[in-house]
């Protein structure tokens, strides 16, 4: 396998180049544009090996595409790159509609002209994986349904929109060209190498700097966990063995109140970081400080993902709480690795690069 990953230095895209690299015997050829989010430390522990290879490229430069596919000739594609936050896509969606929608067709019609060249044994077997989130659905009324593969889609957000419009770009090009394409939509993830901005890694470090700790309205908006390297896992599996024009709902059936996630995170520190407890705080959870909620916030996100465990036999290995405690060792683990993103000095890295 030869696998042309988008988006491999951010924070899932980094998990599966590690995954790939570590587990399986594919080259892989990362294409990153390399802004805020993207981060080269993250790959550290695996960009000497010889079947990694990285190129700095915008999915919107169609010249770079084109040299990027005729010279590293894939057989499979993962695109995961985007622009993911959802607060930024509400302040500054811009951003947003360029990668998110015109960059995924940039690279739809890159990947389409190089699969068009290939002889018919390589075009059968080639493979477009589009990455996307369960956003697209919008939220869930009541608590006794879950998004499936058929949910009708309702995005809420700027981020939400353009992913769904992506999602419908990938099933247009299978219906009209044949190009075989996978989708699959996964719910939140959490674990290493998140960038702090997210709400996991920014509670656990406002909370080890003595900040507040903020919470979005009342705190009961319901999100579904899933641990990044269970991600990564499912990904490679519905990459090497879903069938083309499928698409594949992930998750890790981890209901949880944005409220307990923090109240968990902080008895967490109290366990493994009370002898580093900033000065003049009694326990972690003082900290917390309820604000103003996000416009158009869904209120519970849940995945049916008994489509994935059926037909692939995927499901993750991590509990919420298995994998929550791990979460919370790295970052104590790897200050570092957020130290430099905290005062912007990963931007500086030119690990994995070409001299
Ligand atoms: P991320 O923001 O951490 O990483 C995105 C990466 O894409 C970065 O390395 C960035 O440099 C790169 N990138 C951005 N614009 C680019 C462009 N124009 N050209 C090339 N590279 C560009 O995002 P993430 O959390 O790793 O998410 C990866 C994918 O998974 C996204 O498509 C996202 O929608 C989807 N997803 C994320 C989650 C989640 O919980 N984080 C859940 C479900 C799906």
């Known amino acids: 396998?030869?696998?042309?990953?988008?988006?491999?230095?951010?924070?899932?895209?980094?998990?599966?180049?590690?995954?790939?690299?570590?587990?399986?015997?594919?080259?892989?050829?990362?294409?990153?544009?390399?802004?805020?989010?993207?981060?080269?430390?993250?790959?550290?522990?695996?960009?000497?090996?010889?079947?990694?290879?990285?190129?700095?490229?915008?999915?919107?430069?169609?010249?770079?595409?084109?040299?990027?596919?005729?010279?590293?000739?894939?057989?499979?594609?993962?695109?995961?790159?985007?622009?993911?936050?959802?607060?930024?896509?509400?302040?500054?969606?811009?951003?947003?509609?360029?990668?998110?929608?015109?960059?995924?067709?940039?690279?739809?019609?890159?990947?389409?002209?190089?699969?068009?060249?290939?002889?018919?044994?390589?075009?059968?077997?080639?493979r477009f994986h589009h990455i996307s989130t369960d956003e697209v659905y919008g939220d869930l009324e009541g608590m006794d349904t879950l998004f499936t593969e058929t949910t009708s889609y309702a995005p809420s957000s700027p981020y939400s929109a353009s992913k769904a419009s992506s999602d419908h770009l990938v099933r247009a090009w299978q219906r009209t060209y044949g190009l075989p394409t996978l989708l699959t939509n996964c719910s939140n993830n959490y674990g290493p190498y998140h960038f702090p901005e997210k709400l996991i890694p920014h509670i656990i470090l406002n909370a080890l700097a003595g900040k507040s700790l903020p919470v979005y309205g009342d705190g009961h908006q319901i999100r579904d966990w899933l641990y990044v390297e269970d991600h990564a896992r499912a990904l490679v599996k519905v990459v090497t063995e879903g069938s083309v024009g499928e698409t594949y709902n992930i998750g890790g059936h981890n209901e949880k109140k944005n409220i307990e996630v923090v109240f968990t995170?902080?008895?967490?520190?109290?366990?493994?970081?009370?002898?580093?407890?900033?000065?003049?705080?009694?326990?972690?959870?003082?900290?917390?400080?309820?604000?103003?909620?996000?416009?158009?916030?869904?209120?519970?996100?849940?995945?049916?993902?008994?489509?994935?465990?059926?037909?692939?036999?995927?499901?993750?290995?991590?509990?919420?709480?298995?994998?929550?405690?791990?979460t919370v060792e790295w970052y104590l683990n790897n200050r570092e690795w957020w130290q430099r993103v905290l005062n912007g000095e990963y931007k500086l890295s030119r690990l994995g690069e070409k001299a």
């Open 1 to 126: 396998m030869k696998i042309l990953i988008t988006g491999g230095s951010g924070f899932i895209g980094s998990a599966v180049v590690r995954h790939l690299i570590e587990n399986t015997t594919a080259d892989v050829m990362n294409i990153d544009k390399l802004t805020y989010a993207g981060n080269q430390e993250s790959l550290a522990s695996i960009c000497r090996s010889p079947r990694y290879h990285f190129d700095r490229v915008d999915i919107c430069d169609r010249v770079s595409l084109d040299r990027v596919f005729s010279e590293f000739q894939p057989t499979h594609v993962m695109h995961l790159a985007a622009e993911s936050h959802v607060d930024r896509s509400i302040d500054k969606p811009d951003a947003f509609i360029e990668t998110n929608i015109f960059g995924t067709y940039s690279l739809l019609e890159a990947t389409r002209h190089y699969w068009c060249t290939l002889n018919e044994t390589k075009r059968v077997a080639f």
């Open 265 to 326: 995170l902080c008895s967490l520190l109290e366990e493994f970081a009370a002898d580093v407890k900033p000065a003049g705080i009694a326990k972690y959870e003082d900290l917390i400080a309820f604000v103003k909620d996000r416009p158009g916030h869904d209120v519970r996100y849940a995945i049916d993902a008994s489509k994935i465990e059926r037909e692939l036999g995927w499901k993750p290995e991590e509990t919420f709480e298995s994998g929550l405690r791990k």
